[in-house]
Every structure is written in C-alpha cells, then in structure tokens.
C-alpha cells in the first residue's frame, strides 16, 4: 500500500490555452492545494502570454459564459524546473492556432520533466507532438473520434477512467481528472495523503483505473 | 421528471474573497459553462475590487500555492439583475477582514435573488448574514463546528450532501457543490439537460442530497 517515492515531486505546471476546460484544470489543481497544506508545493501557470486566459474559446457552438484565470509564465519563459506538467482540454483544443504556442513548450519541456499527465482532450493535444506514439493513452468519451484522429500511432485505450504509459498519465473526460490526480497523489505521497485530501474535499474517488462509466457514450 | 420551471435563470453570479476553494467555484461553474452552450447565460464574478482573486489565503495552516481569476464586478458596483448567486467556501472564510465586503454584498442583494446557492463554509459566511436563521441548511464536515457556529439560529442539517430550504441552497463540502447545482439545474433546466452535461463531463453524480458519505468525519 505504501509504495509512494521517498522524493515526491514537488514542481508542478498547468498549460492554459484559450478555451481551456476549467474542471479539467480546477479538479486537479484543487487536489494539489489541499495537498500543499501539509508539504511546501510549487504551482506555475503557463500560457502563450500573461494576459488571464479565459475558458470561453471564441469558436461557434461552444459556451457563451467563461471566467479568466491569470497566468504565472509564458510559454517562451517558463520555469525550467517544473517536475510534474499537466495538460489540459476543453473545446479550445480544436482551435489549432492557439493552441500552437502551447503544443510546442509541452514538446520542449517534456525530457526535463518527471511526469507528463493529460486531462480530456489534452490527450489530442499532446498526440500532436508525437510524444505519444507508442504510448497507450485515453480521452474523452465525446470527443473520441476527434481526440484519437490527432494520433494516429497512439495505442488509444477506450475503456479506462485514466491510462499509465511509462511516466505519461493520461485521463478521460473532466472529472476524470480528479480521478488520476488523486491516484497519482497516492503514488508520489502516499495513499494515506489522498485518502485524507480526498474526505476534507467530501470527493468519493473512482480508484480502478480500469472502471469507465462513460465508455458507452463514444462520440 | 420534467418538473422544471417554464423560466429558468439564466443571469448568475459567483462572489469571491482571497482563500476561496477553487472546486468550491469551478465545480458548479463548469456545469454552468457547457449548460451555456444550449442555453445562453451570463455569469459575473464579483469580488472587493476587480484585481485577480487568489484561492490563496494568507492565513497559517493553509495552502502554499494558489491560482488567481478576474473578477467581472466589484461588490460596490455589482450587476443588478443576478437571479442566481453562488457563495463559495475555503479556507478564506475564517478571514474576517477581508470577506466582510462579500457578506455586506450578499446581504443586501438576497432580496432580489431568486436562489441564493451556497458551498461548504460559504454557509458559514451566509449565516453571518442572519439571512439563514429558521432555515435548515449544511456546511463543510471537517469545519463543522466552526462553520456552525456562524450561525446559531440556523437549523443545520448534519447529514446531508446539499440541502433546499425556500430559495437558498446549501452544499456540503467542496465537491458537494457539483452534486448541488446538476439537481439544481435539473430542478430548473429538466432532468434531460443535467445528465446530458454530466455525460459531457463523465461526472459520476450523487442525486441523493440525503446520501453523505462524509457526515461521519465531522470535526
């Protein structure tokens, strides 16, 4: 059960790209704040400038509403010693413009990291820099056909709440970020940790990676 | 099933003080932004001033990282026609000082809310109010003590995922919000529409607010 490292990481990002999806980046983050109540944490927020990126992509038939969220670092400055890099989805992730400049730091940053973790159709986005070929990864249910189409040499996997392939952690649609952000927890500090985070954020936790009830739903 | 209203709100409005808990907010509001994709709404975010929020409080014991959103509005100068207002919880709402601005605001816009929604200690700040004195409502478990005694005259309901009482709703913890506003947007959008964003989001939702898998952690 106690099969955490004796040295967690302890630097972690999150790329934004306009039209990002705020529960694929908040569910997770919200875990990783909790988490830094008990051990010092660092939490960059990287994006194409440090104007605050919305989560409202200005492309037809997506939300209406949106909330703005202040980046830390840019994507051509960002910290060099991030451990931990999470990407995120959400409809913006279609708009192939601006999310460029985000494609290419994740391309750049990923031999220096430790872990790289994908929420939703943030899959789609890293299968694009080819990081993924040979990997086994999932994504959103709804967005399947899309998402799986950006990489084509990816070893999709359809049924899972979230997939390990080497240090790549890739999740399903929204939630199910919260989901491998708790297991990944778990893994890094220990199950006793999440377990606690888990009942102060009164979250009942999907802990089988394997257990998809979404499946079904394909897109 | 379709109980729903023929004329459901679509003007909402999230308050924010330094220390708010970031699924506090992001929970219900990611229902609300693909909610926006059907149906158009507006959502405002009103704070003391219009500088970035943090969820970051500057209080001991409490989280080392913090990510920051714009507010839309100040509480001085709010939009006047909000139908639907969400009190978020956090670590912050022990701050006095600096929620003191959102309390007098909630106050004085209650009487022309149509709901008034609350989630973990954000009942806590309400009842400062007086607003919830007579009413049943529920609060975060592990602060349960503390956020209880905000308000004596309130008739608190220890188990509970989320609680109606007149117009205000009241969520327990955290991640209890999200279970909150799918019933409160299938009580006001039709059943049909909350779980088709809960497929969209792969959300797994208790739509029992008498199951609480937490009430046994109160502290």
New interface residues.
Partial sequence: MSSHRSNPPTK?GIVLFPGF???D???P??V???L??KT????S?IAETLD?VS??ANLP??????????PTHTCENPPTDIEVLLVPGGTGTRDSERTQPVIDYVQKAYPALRYLLTVCTGSALVAKTGLLDGHEATS???SWSWATSQGPKVNWIHEARWVTSGNIWTS?????GIDMMYAFVASQFGEDIASDIA??????R?TDPKRD??AQ?SG
Same sequence: chains 1, 2.
């Fill in positions: 972690y999806q705020a529960l980046v908040f569910g983050a919200d990783l704040n909790i830094s109540k010092p944490l660092e939490l927020i605050p989560t409202r038939g997506t939300a209406t509403i949106g909330q703005r969220v202040v959103n249910k709804r399903s649609g929204i939630s199910a009942i102060q954020s009164e979250y009942v999907n009830d979404f739903y």
